[in-house]
């Protein structure tokens, strides 16, 4: 008998480890975060990178397809606009997302992407200059723009009356 408790512990210790850890099977090599803006622009008004699927987009820039397919729709980075010029900001989030590529991401995947590609999309964006302290103040203006600001409503009276009731008067059903 004590054979076959000793398996049966052993199956259930077993059955409570695989339920701790999933294996990795649903997670994507990507880079995790933001996709840096200069990116962004460039998936969405690049005539070549344009014309590029969805998902060969995605494997390139280390990123989902749902992401590019949304950058695409237009249905994020709104404010991405054709006249977008990169700050030095952006040409330091799209280098250290380059850095990325390569490396473990936080589900413990080897991220995979097109550094070169990439890297030369950043040298394009280099070499047509980068925004002006003006421009780099308007873009920071209509991304704010874009961003809906809700404000918490106060609780709404329903009209129900407070209660008044005294400790230890016949009211008070606890006492």
Same mark, same amino acid.
Do not use: R, Y
């Given at each position: 008998m004590t054979g076959t408790?000793?398996?049966? &512990?052993?199956t259930e210790a077993a059955a409570a480890e695989a339920r701790k850890r999933a294996p990795a099977a649903n997670f994507l090599p990507i880079v995790r975060g933001r996709l840096p803006l200069l990116f962004v622009h460039a998936i969405r008004f690049d005539k070549v990178l @344009? &014309?590029?699927?969805n998902k060969d987009?995605?494997? @390139?820039?280390?990123t989902s397809v749902g992401k590019v397919f949304d950058i695409k729709k237009g249905r994020n980075f709104g404010y991405v606009n054709e006249s977008y010029k990169p700050t030095a900001e952006d040409v330091s989030a799209a280098e250290a997302w380059i850095a990325q590529v390569g490396a473990e991401n936080a589900k413990g995947l080897a991220t995979v992407g097109d550094k070169t590609l990439m890297q030369s999309t950043l040298d394009q964006y280099k070499t047509a200059g980068l925004a002006s302290a003006e421009e780099a103040a308007a873009f920071s203006v209509a991304r704010g723009a874009t961003r809906v600001k809700t404000e918490k409503a106060a609780p709404a009276v329903t009209g129900k009356v407070a209660q008044t009731a005294v400790v230890g008067t016949s009211d008070d059903l606890l006492s």
């Open positions: 408790a000793d398996t049966s &512990v052993a @344009k &014309v590029m699927g987009l995605a494997n @390139k820039f280390a």
